[in-house]
């Protein structure tokens, strides 16, 4: 089992910027490809980024290419979004995930099946 538990989110106007962790517990090899979603009301879950933690390979989704970015910390078992120029259509539930799968494959990462979430961390971004 793995147990992800986020931090980070809270409110900040447009244009400025928050980072979100991760810290995940549990054995590394569930963790072999971690990423950030995000789920606004109304709308559906959308891939933010996603990180293959044993070869360091990112992959983002267009709405975020250029202002956000994932990154890790092995060593303290982290995973962050660095999230800039923030915009109010970015305001949403963030979620990390975690799963098991090698070099994070493409269909893992466009159906989003990750098998272990976090609560989410509420990111709110005002105008």
């Known amino acids: 089992q793995v147990q992800l538990v986020e931090s980070g989110g809270g409110s900040v106007q447009a244009g400025g910027s928050l980072r979100l962790s991760c810290a995940a517990s549990?054995?590394?090899?569930?963790?072999?490809?971690m990423g950030w979603f995000r789920q606004a009301p109304g709308k559906e879950r959308e891939g933010v980024a996603v990180i293959d933690t044993g070869g360091g390979s990112t992959y983002y989704g267009d709405s975020v290419k250029g202002r956000f970015t994932i990154s890790q910390d092995n060593a303290k078992n982290l995973v962050y979004l660095q999230m800039n120029s923030l915009k109010p259509e970015d305001t949403a539930m963030y979620y990390c995930a975690a799963d098991p799968s090698l070099r994070c494959p493409p269909e893992l990462v466009v159906a989003g099946s990750f098998g272990y979430w976090g609560q989410g961390t509420q990111v709110t971004v005002s105008a």
């Open positions: 549990g054995p590394t090899y569930n963790t072999n490809c």
